[in-house]
């Protein structure tokens, strides 16, 4: 458990680095003239860099995670994270804040994308589900975290918000000096052939049964960059590809990061004051948190699938309940009825966000790919993924600007229905599996049969021949 935390701080890194913005928007509109709908998709493009910048995280972090290995990748990220940071904050103008933001999003790409990676291969097959979501709840305890720094730096002054976005430099250096005390991936050390270092970082986890779980993997070689879009895309992995990037599409076209990186914005639109909607943020950021407890509770009892379908449910009709909160009165502007009902929907949607698509999206993409591929496929599906969020958080000014709240929310109510739909009918369940059975399961025509058998009979050898009476 130790392991997994140190290496889910990349996660806490990436939650606050993520949603500190939505705090510092108000003060860099002003500081930097942003204001009225005539830059809109400018400050959506300020707020989005991040996602582009991961989309380069994405990319390069799974061949350099084959290459130079899991840990030493996550390094590199801590360092990224804290040179982000304190050029943020120093920026005196427009274009060193984005080129800082965009820094920042290599390490966001690094670390969506490695943590899992590395938890997913550190650990025990009956606490996978448990240990990679710990990665989940860090990233929400980073949105907490910069809600709350947000809120405590507020009164600051006309450049609080270069305050609010340099404070990260602090945890990214405690996490690179963690980073100093857990071992590398024990399955990236066995496929280089380092045998002895492998059965050490597995000691780290399994204690006196480490040999016995070395055994169970057994030599997979692989080369320097194992995975290429040929084989991605090839009949082997079609049906893994096509549910992890199903999942990576609908937990961002739903919103969730457009709904956390203007929190402030949104809740200040409903009718509060500045003040006000910074202390909502905090208030919906410790339900990120708890929720995502809960779902850590459930995820290896309850089970992937159905955590899915109860929170998608939720998120569908939270979105729908918010977009009729707010009702556009006319032209541009938005009238809010029922303010009140705009931060239920929100607290709602992201509770059921936090129980389902947020962690169990990760835990899911990270399972399903054989150890050949697994890196190089994550890194694939991180890059869709970031590409979603990037779009989806460009255009939520422009959005509002022109379609209202009610619009803009009842598109991402649409897309939540959708997801279901697709959760329903192509979803597996891969609770108690160990990696090489889940990547069996994915590795045929007929993934919905497979994905109803039980994990024993997954688990069970075929039969040996009857002995000649």
Sequence with gaps: MRIALVAALGGFLLGFDATVISGALPFIRSYFGLQGAAHSLQLGWMVSCLDWGAMAGNVCAGPLADRLGRRTVLQLTAAVFFASSLLAAAAHTFLVL?????????????????????????????????????????????????????????????????????????????????????????????????????????????????????????????????????????????????FAAGLAFFQQVTGINAVLYYLPTILAQAGGSLASAFQQSVL???????????????????????????????????????????????????????????????????????????????????EIFPDRERAFAMSAICLWNSLTSAGVTLIFTWELAHWGPTGTFLGYGLFAIAALAFVATLGPETRGRTLEEISQLFSGPRLRHRASAPAVEAARPPAAPRPPS
């Excluded at 507020?154 to 005390?181: D, H, Q």
């Excluded at 496929?191 to 779980?213: C, I, K, P, S, Y």
């Excluded at 990120?288 to 459930?298: I, K």
């Design 98 to 242: 984005i080129l800082a933001r965009v820094l920042g999003g290599l390490a966001v790409g690094a670390a969506i994308l490695v943590v899992p990676l590395y938890v997913t291969e550190i650990a025990p097959a009956d606490r996978r589900g448990l240990l990679v979501a710990t990665n989940q709840l860090m990233i929400v305890m980073g949105i907490a975290a910069s809600f709350l720094s947000n809120d405590l730096l507020l009164s600051i002054g006309a450049r609080g918000w270069a305050a609010m976005l340099g404070v990260e430099a602090i945890p990214a250096l405690v996490f690179f000096a963690l980073l100093l005390t857990v071992p590398e991936s024990p399955r990236w050390l066995l496929a280089r052939g380092r045998r002895h270092q492998a059965l050490e970082a597995m000691r780290a986890v399994h204690a006196n049964a480490a040999a016995g779980e070395l055994e169970k993997i057994g030599p997979q070689p692989l080369e320097p960059r194992a995975g290429s879009w040929r084989t991605l895309l090839g009949a082997r992995l079609r049906l893994a590809m096509v």
């Design 284 to 366: 919906v950021g410790l339900i990120n948190v708890g929720m995502t407890l809960v779902a850590m509770s459930l995820i290896d009892r309850v089970g992937r699938k159905p955590l899915l379908l109860a929170g998608g449910t939720g998120m569908a009709v939270a979105l729908l309940t918010i977009a009729w909160a707010f009702r556009v009165t006319g032209g541009a502007g938005a009238a809010v009825a029922h303010p009140a009902l705009v931060l239920a929907g929100i607290i709602v949607f992201v509770a059921a966000f936090a129980v389902s698509f947020g962690p169990v999206t990760w835990v899911m993409v990270a």
